[in-house]
């Protein structure tokens, strides 16, 4: 029996690239505690994500190297993750307890911004991740709905308790302003409002907040974005729309401000013929795609229109709660899976704007 040594099997492990982050796990000091008892061997695989899909692949492909190592016969790797916590930003107070303030935004109104929020959120929560989700918009507070809970926050000592709905923890502007009266935000009151939910709820240890934007570009958004010290945003947009300045302008506001648009999500993108499952483009292809490269940035996902995603926000469970293996959810978890890379790709680079090739993220993501 050869004996084993530790360079031969981190050798063999440094050829297991992260197809994310293109680099290999040993140089990413993903590879932790290796120990080599005979012909076993035993390492912790600790990545800067969640175990997603992607990543449980990332575990295996691990797994085959070192059993490809002469005298190993067996491997035993144990996924963890620890997902990096942004650094404070200036002139802005971080949230106790909370790693990454994620904004969801969009140009205009009612291009499923709070659908794309609520389930970007759970899928999150799915992968593992600590999770929270903040429903700031103003015009529209929807979540409540989305998520099925309605009743008015519990106070603990001078702090709101948020909701537990589908494995993450949610607040709303909605669960304060029941009924159906109509609330006139002024900008002070708004700042405040979002203040409070931000500091004055107990969100606990969590490593993603999801923060449900007011739509559009005004007085009202801008300030919130500076207000919230915000790691990076989403820019959700539907083929329509693609064509209109309004999702220049959103973007062009986070641009002033200074938080990097992790990605475009493009929602509404295509219907899958219920009858014959095929595709059908009906708003014309490649709008998203465009829109990204003309900004320089990637296509996070792209999310198909279906009865069963409206559906599911009407009914309080989430398309990736009540159907995760379909599609639709796919979907929204390859988005989930996008936005906890570029998270890390964030972490990695500093501030600074990430750009990853586009084909690394629409094409088969893993290739070792
Ligand atoms: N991909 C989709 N397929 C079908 N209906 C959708 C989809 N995305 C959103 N909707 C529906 O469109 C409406 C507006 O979506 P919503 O998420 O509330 O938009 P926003 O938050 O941008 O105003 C909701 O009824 C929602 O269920
Ligand atoms: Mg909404």
């Known amino acids: 029996m050869s ?29 932790r505690d290796l120990v080599i008892e005979g012909s076993l061997v035993r390492l912790g695989l ?25 005298g190993v016969e067996n491997a035993e790797i144990k996924l963890e993750s620890d997902i990096p916590k942004a ?35 759970v899928s999150l929560a799915q992968f593992g991740a600590r999770v929270g989700l903040l429903d700031t918009d103003v015009y529209g507070p929807n979540v409540p709905i989305m998520v099925g809970v309605s009743e008015e926050p519990a106070v603990r000592g001078q702090k709101l308790l948020p909701h537990q709905a589908h494995g993450i923890k949610v607040m709303s502007l909605g669960f304060l302003n029941r009924g159906d009266k109509p609330v006139v935000w002024r900008g002070p009151m708004l700042h405040t409002a979002v203040r409070q939910f931000l500091y004055d709820v107990e969100w606990g240890e969590l490593d993603y907040l999801i923060v449900d934007m007011p739509p559009g570009t005004g007085d009202a958004q801008l300030s919130l974005a500076q ?50 499952s095929e595709r059908h483009a009906i708003f014309g292809q490649g709008g998203g795609e465009e829109l990204a490269k003309r900004f320089n940035n990637i296509l996070l996902g792209q ?35 996008n936005v906890a890379t570029q998270i890390s790709v964030c972490a990695l680079k500093g501030r600074g704007l990430p750009i990853i090739d586009m084909s690394d993220v629409r094409g088969d993501r893993f290739a070792v």
């Open 227 to 276: 207000l919230v010290p915000v790691q990076g945003a989403v820019l959700v947009t539907t083929p329509q729309e693609v064509a209109m300045g309004d999702v220049r302008k959103a973007y062009n506001m986070f641009e002033q401000v200074h938080i990097p648009v992790l990605g475009i999500v493009e929602n509404m993108s295509y219907f899958i013929c219920p009858n014959c």
């Open 3 to 31: 004996i084993i040594n530790k360079e031969s099997v981190l050798k063999a492990l440094q050829g297991v690239k992260d197809p994310d982050l293109n680099r290999d796990i040993v140089s990413l000091n993903f590879v």
């Open 87 to 121: 650094g404070p930003a200036e002139g802005k107070q971080s949230v106790p307890g909370v790693s990454n303030i994620i904004a969801v935004s969009s140009g205009k109104g009612g291009v499923g911004k709070s659908t794309v929020a609520v389930n970007l959120a």
């Open 303 to 337: 999310v198909p229109i279906s009865i069963s995603i409206r559906e599911g926000g009407d009914t309080g469970i989430p398309i990736v709660v009540g159907a995760p293996d379909s599609p639709q959810a796919n979907a929204f978890k390859q988005i989930a899976e």
């Open 46 to 70: 600790v990545l800067n994500t969640p175990i997603s899909p992607v990543r449980l692949k990332l575990g295996q492909a691990a797994k085959e190297a070192i059993l490809g190592v002469p």
